[in-house]
């Protein structure tokens, strides 16, 4: 006699970062910084650890980056305290941040 299998009921949550823009309290900004990085934090992920540790999305518009020196302008997207949050922690590894005004890409 065979036995018939039960259906298993699998749940899955998924977070799509378009649809956190609506969430009730919360205000979505997005800012364009310059790092300047010392000689010392050039090879570091700073950028990639920014997506990790804070709830900010980076945008890389433009950059330069030699073995000595090395410099990015990036926009940020997030909530204005988890931008502020990633800005201090970036300061804190000695990195300059300087603001930007306009598209640096678009002219």
Known sequence: MAHESEPIMIHL?????????????????????????PQEQIREPIIYNIGHEFKVVTNIRRADISEDKGWVVLELEGEEREIDDAIAWVTSKGVRIDPVIGDIVEG
Not at 19 to 36: E, L, P
């Open 13 to 37: 949550w998924y977070t799509n970062p378009s649809k956190d823009k609506k969430i009730k309290g919360t205000k979505m900004v997005k800012r364009q910084v310059m790092f300047t990085f």
